[in-house]
């Protein structure tokens, strides 16, 4: 294996060996605290443009399998971790960690003090980063990458069911949301981001969900007006970037994190029952608190570590968020009644439709 580094924007230097593809990325360095789960993890649209660090010292002891991607291609521009393991141990596994990254173009590098360069992350702020065979590049102030445009589908995809009908407006989802539509017995039309408002009502769903995705929620600014409509006539739930954009759509603000929440272990606790769950993860992004209209939304869920806002609920329609992710995988299973009440409320409210305003 080839001597590799990851240069830091700030100047910090880490060294190690290269895996993965063969080639030089640049993005934004982020962790993730999940101890398992990484194939799923580096298949999440959310992590376009992002170099990922791993937390969990080992990477790879169970291998990839051929059931558990999150996506079809990846979209994520690097890969960092401690020790590589290159003999996986699992009946699923049909190739390993480091086959995987360069089969699907990622490149990677292993052998690296994750420990250091976490609190190195937890010091400075996320902060861009160079992976290549030689240290350091130019960082310039390049304006990001409308990552979203990326990640969406082309064109709507249907999949057939005997339940209620559900558009998932693709902003980056993972298919693990697809499945658990699915295993409710939805029916559902996977649609663009900008799909608009018309476009969704000519599918004549009961119930619309806004899904997960990467980078800055402003990016989408233009459709606003479009989520807004959309969320005032048919019942809605929103998820990750999805919350965001709903509370952004009725005149929230956001601000980006030092270094976001990732990892399959954050506590939020739900305001009504005051019970806290643990929760999956993938942000960088939260609700302003003080932008929050008290007159439109109930916050719902707080998360403990910091106070931020992770969920709320309209006060007139049946719109709710949650800025975790209820389907998990990987991560903790404590919130997946949001995603089947969603679905039993869309099936009791049948054909019921709201005046948009």
């Known amino acids: 294996m080839e001597q590799g580094y990851l240069t830091l924007e700030t100047g910090e230097v880490f060294e190690g060996v290269l895996i993965g593809a063969e080639k030089d990325s640049l993005g934004e360095v982020v ?12 298949t999440d649209p959310s992590y376009a443009g992002q170099i990922i660090t791993f937390c969990y010292p080992i990477i790879g002891n169970y291998g990839v399998n051929a059931v558990d ?25 049909i190739e390993k960690f480091s086959d995987k990254l360069k089969s699907a173009g990622v490149p990677g590098i292993a052998g690296v003090d994750t420990r250091l360069l976490v609190k190195t992350i937890r010091s400075r702020g996320t902060v861009k980063g160079y992976l290549g065979k030689t240290k350091g590049t130019e960082f310039t102030n390049q304006e990001e990458k409308f990552w979203v445009d990326q990640v969406s589908v082309k064109k709507p995809q249907f999949f057939q069911n005997n339940g209620p009908h559900v558009v998932l407006i693709d902003f980056g989802y993972k298919k693990s949301i697809l499945t658990a539509l699915l295993a409710e017995n939805c029916s559902v039309t996977i649609v663009p981001y900008h ?15 806004f899904s997960n995705g990467p980078g800055d929620p402003m990016a989408l600014q233009k459709w606003f007006p479009e989520i807004k409509k959309i969320s005032q006539y048919f019942p809605t739930l929103g998820i990750c970037l999805g919350h965001q954009l709903i509370a952004l759509a009725y005149g929230a603000k956001t601000e980006k994190l030092a270094y976001g929440h990732r ?16 929760t999956a993860q993938n942000h960088s992004y939260v609700v302003k608190d003080e932008s929050i209209d008290a007159k439109v939304f109930d916050v719902t869920y707080r998360n403990v570590n910091d106070r931020s806002i992770e969920g709320l609920k309209h006060k007139h329609y049946p719109v709710q968020t949650v800025q975790f992710h209820p389907e998990a995988h990987p991560g903790p299973s404590d919130t997946e009644y949001i995603l089947t009440g969603f679905v039993k409320q869309i099936a009791s409210l049948g ?5 948009v305003k």
């Open 31 to 42: 962790f993730n605290t999940s101890m398992t789960g990484y194939q799923e993890i580096i």
């Open 195 to 209: 799909t608009t408002f018309e476009q969704v009502k000519a599918l004549n769903p009961e119930g619309v969900l």
């Open 69 to 93: 991607n999150e996506s079809i291609d990846p979209a994520l521009s690097g890969v960092v971790i401690g020790d590589l393991c290159e003999m996986p141990s699992h009946f699923q596994s």
């Open 351 to 355: 054909e019921t439709q709201y005046a």
């Open 263 to 278: 990892g399959g272990n954050h506590p939020v606790k739900e305001l009504k029952t005051g019970k806290v769950k643990m």
